[in-house]
């Protein structure tokens, strides 16, 4: 088949062209390499049937051939990363509502299919214990800034339910919980490679708020197996999906698993969130994935363990 993989030189956008061309498929990458990196196209750019278009996805002028010569897209271009959010909100309210515009307006004109990703971030400060695609979404203020990025992917998906209605579009939604693996950067306020390289460099581990707050990790190649299946199931076609790990782990354990797996010293530090974020910063407890829907649509769920996530990211950063 033929692929359109948008932010297909980012962190899971490379991973699953990896996945894709090795199944033998063809896929194009169209990307702004504003947080995606040719780095991660090395063991792919000489591949006859790769193809990579640099440039934003929402100026593009050929777009439009891209989503029409595709037989699905997967839309995974956005402005990604809690530092970034807060740094840059304007950027990020733009990028992920004209992009996603525009490759689904291209998309319903073609009758292109998308997958198009979302993010645990529409939940907001909901406070069940696990997730469901059905739950309400609740958002905080606009005056806080972290709130953007949800927003906009909220207002994503109700772009594309519009679109299915009006225009036809085919379109599934994933929301990914935290995905983590090789290739993903540190520097945007990701967690594992962030305490990865510190315990790597004998720094000290530095955690934000009281530690107490857990999260769930999923290995990246387990999410891209769940962009996989679920684009070979025409019924997931207009569904939402939570894809992710349902085991959560504190933030404090989580440091110290990194310090133990990588043999450092580094102490685990504090960090209270004014200090590390701008005041007021707002950040949830728990978030775990109810993720029964994509089992039971195509069996899918998550084979790999936090601990072989951390060593998988540690050996990618030893790496000279
Ligand atoms: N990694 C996670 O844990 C996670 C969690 C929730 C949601 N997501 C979503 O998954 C998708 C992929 O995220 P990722 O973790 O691989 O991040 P990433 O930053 O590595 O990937 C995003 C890619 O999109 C590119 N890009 C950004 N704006 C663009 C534009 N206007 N035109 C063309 N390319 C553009 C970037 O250069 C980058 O390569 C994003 O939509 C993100 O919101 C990721």
């Not at 490679?193 to 460099?201: I, N, Y």
Request: charged share 25%; aromatic share 8%.
């Amino acid at each position: 088949m033929r692929f359109l993989i948008t932010g297909g030189a980012g962190f899971i956008g490379s991973h699953l062209a990896d996945h894709l061309l090795r199944e033998g498929h063809e896929v194009t990458a169209i990307d702004d390499l504003s947080t995606g990196r040719m780095g991660n196209l090395a063991a792919i750019l000489r591949e006859p049937r790769f193809r990579l278009v640099k440039g934003r996805v929402e100026e593009a002028p050929e777009l439009a051939d891209l989503v029409a010569g595709a037989d699905l897209v997967f839309h995974l271009a956005a402005a990604v990363g809690v530092d970034l959010v807060v740094q840059s909100p304007v950027h990020t309210i733009e990028t992920n509502l004209r992009a996603t515009e525009a490759v689904f307006k291209n998309a319903a004109a073609a009758g292109t299919r998308v997958i198009a990703a979302s993010t645990s971030e529409v939940y907001g400060k909901a406070n069940s214990p696990t997730f469901r695609e059905t739950d309400d979404l609740v958002i905080g203020p606009p005056t806080h800034f972290r709130w953007s990025y949800a927003a906009s992917k909220a207002m994503d998906e109700f772009l594309a339910f519009a679109y299915r209605k009006e225009k036809g579009l085919k379109a599934t939604i994933v929301r990914f919980f935290n995905t983590v693996g090789p290739r993903q950067l540190g520097d945007y306020g990701m967690v594992i490679p962030r305490f990865v390289g510190q315990a790597l460099a004998g720094q000290p581990v530095r955690v934000f708020g009281d530690g107490a707050q857990s999260r769930c990790f999923c290995h990246v190649q387990d999410t891209v197996r769940a962009l996989v299946v679920l684009a070979a199931d025409p019924a997931t076609e207009g569904e939402i999906f939570n894809i992710g790990s349902p085991n959560p782990v504190t933030i404090n354990d989580l440091a110290l698993r990194v310090v133990a797996l990588t043999g450092s010293r580094s102490t685990v530090e504090h960090i209270p969130y004014d200090k590390a974020y701008a005041p007021g910063f707002e950040d949830m407890l728990r978030r775990v994935p109810d993720i029964h829907k994509i089992r039971r649509f195509t069996g899918w769920e998550p084979r790999k363990s936090l601990d072989e996530i951390i060593l998988d990211v540690a050996a990618h950063m030893r790496q000279p």
